[in-house]
């Protein structure tokens, strides 16, 4: 999704993650509702990965991350472990289900998306942008409720 002209340039960089990964959340649900499956689960991992990407900013995010020697932020498994370990992300999701997004993301991006569920995919990712407090509790209901129609 283009974000030149959508994104306030003046914005710093966790402020601008947190734009990005709303415009992507925004762009995902309009082309699963085109049936472009695979572009959309590119936008909304996009969403995830800004977003958990927004707490490396401390100055943005009031949280102290828990990093280990070696741990490489920019790895998003890595830093999605990080998160949790560090209590953004509660026990109502776990690594499986992160690398079970990523699978997803890998089977479209190479053209081997033949089937998937769409509904859990949607409810882990709004689960995980809810609690990288991307998504109200209202939006995410918003979102649940789409799902289930």
Known sequence: MPHTGVIDE??????????RARLHVEGSLRRFSKRMNEDAIA???DAISSAMQRYTYPDVVDITLDVSDG????????LFKI???SGVIDDSIDTSDFAYISQILDAALENRLESFDKTRFLKLSSNVLFQLRVLTSDEMQKLVEAISQ
């Open 10 to 19: 003046t914005l710093d960089g966790g402020r601008e993650l947190l734009m």
């Open 43 to 45: 936008a909304m991992y």
């Open 71 to 78: 741990e490489i932020l920019s790895d998003d498994a890595t």
């Open 83 to 85: 998160l949790k370990r």
